[in-house]
């Protein structure tokens, strides 16, 4: 992997603190993703996947045949994934510590499904032009996009795409060669809290 | 060290940190509670509480499994000791980690102020090689003693003290009890 190096861990937690699976992670998060077009077998992109509200449910989808790559720049969280994935049994997800770039070294058209939920805040618009660009190279044809869009304008905390509309983020998924899909809406994780939302899918448009 | 100027770092260390509990996304403050939250409670900073020590490292280093409180068995190395002195007492803290390869010493121990005026399951101190060592010594600094975020919410199950790092003196420096 290469590309920009950004540290933005915290020093105010300990590792060894973990979150407990929750009940949503085993249920209603499953019945959401399936929902957003998660299947069996399938090879799931989950970025910036933190303690892994939506990489877990997701493992449970794909199964045993499938695999989610987890990737977060901040792998303290990793064990509280590992933890859960080892009470469900669950040996499907690769967690893959990066230092924040947006380039990866997956094969072309390789994932059927790409998670970018709640975190395209931390990137800027140039940042966020590189990660398109690099999902619509590792997604395949029939591939899905995915976007949990949170912290836009009036949702604290505001970080990058804090003047940034819907109705422009979509564009600019657009841009990058994606055709909007549909919006999905259901009860969501929200920063380890429940919340009814709505998560963007776009699919590949041909010929970019 | 001057003592103002080093109640001043440890003051504004625990400004970040309250403003890290309050506002960030990985808070363990439950989101409810998050609004009428205002601060963490410490004892004022001690430069008693401060040391600056070698670590003894074992040669053997020993696998253990310490309990946490959802009752499962985590792996941990037992890296080495601290050995130091309170009130002309000596005083040894035991030094793990969870792999070979990991940079960070996990310090977890519970004293006499566990259950009184600081968290009953103990306290937690996480040493950062590039922080918290200067040439061969690390910075063993219990006024940054924090609570394990089971004390904030039941949603984090957190390790329990090992009975080696129960230490049999009061430690009234860094954090106390939540609520
Ligand atoms: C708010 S959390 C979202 C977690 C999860 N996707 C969810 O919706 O529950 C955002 C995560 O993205 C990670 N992150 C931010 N920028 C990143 C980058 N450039 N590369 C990898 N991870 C990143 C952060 O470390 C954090 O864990």
Same mark, same amino acid.
């Given at each position: 992997m290469n590309g920009k190096k950004v540290k933005r861990g915290s020093?105010?937690?300990?590792?060894?603190?973990m979150i407990k699976l929750s009940k949503w992670e085993s249920k209603k998060g499953v019945e959401f993703l399936k929902k957003a077009g998660i299947k069996q077998d399938q090879i799931i992109l989950d970025f910036g996947c933190n303690v892994g509200n939506y990489t877990i449910p997701a493992a449970i989808i794909v199964k045993e045949k499938g695999i989610v790559f987890a990737i977060d720049e901040?792998?303290?969280t990793f064990g509280a994934i590992d933890n859960k994935a080892k009470l469900l049994e669950l040996n499907n997800i690769k967690t893959i510590k990066t230092n924040?770039? =947006? #380039?990866?070294d997956f094969a072309d058209i390789f994932f059927d499904f790409i998670m970018l939920y709640?975190?395209?805040?931390? =990137? #800027?618009f140039q940042q966020r032009k590189i990660l398109y660009k690099e999902n619509y190279r590792i997604l395949r044809t029939d591939g899905i996009l995915s976007i949990h869009p949170k912290?836009?304008?009036?949702?604290?905390?505001?970080?990058?795409?804090?003047?940034?509309t819907l109705q422009q983020l979509i564009i600019e998924v657009e841009n990058s060669g994606f055709k909007f899909k549909e919006k999905i809406f259901g009860e969501l994780n929200h920063d380890n809290h429940l919340e009814e939302g709505y998560v963007i899918n776009f699919s590949k448009t041909v010929n970019c | 060290m001057n003592s103002e100027a080093y109640k001043n770092q440890v003051e504004l260390n625990r400004i970040g940190k309250d403003n890290f509990f309050k506002t960030n996304f990985q808070s363990p403050i439950p989101s409810e509670e998050r609004t009428k939250f205002t601060k963490l409670n410490y004892f004022d900073p001690d430069l008693k509480y401060r040391f600056e020590l070698e670590l003894e490292e074992s040669d053997h280093k020993e696998k253990i499994k310490i309990e946490d409180t959802g009752g499962n068995l985590r792996d941990f190395l037992k890296w080495g000791k601290f050995t130091f002195e309170i009130n002309k007492q000596e005083y040894v803290l035991f030094a793990y980690k969870s792999t070979k390869e990991e940079t960070r010493l996990f310090v977890p121990f519970k004293d006499a102020t566990s259950g009184k005026e600081t968290y009953g399951a103990g306290r937690y101190i996480d040493l950062e090689e590039e922080r918290d060592k200067i040439e061969n010594k690390w910075i063993l600094d219990l006024n940054f003693a924090t609570n394990p975020w089971c004390a904030y919410s039941h949603n984090y199950v957190c390790p329990l003290i090992p009975f080696e790092n129960i230490l049999q003196v009061e430690i009234k420096a860094g954090e106390k009890s939540y609520k």
């Open positions: 020093i105010f937690h300990s590792k060894h603190n901040d792998d303290h924040g770039e =947006l #380039n990866f709640d975190v395209l805040h931390y =990137l #800027n912290h836009m304008i009036g949702n604290f905390p505001l970080m990058e795409l804090r003047n940034v | -």
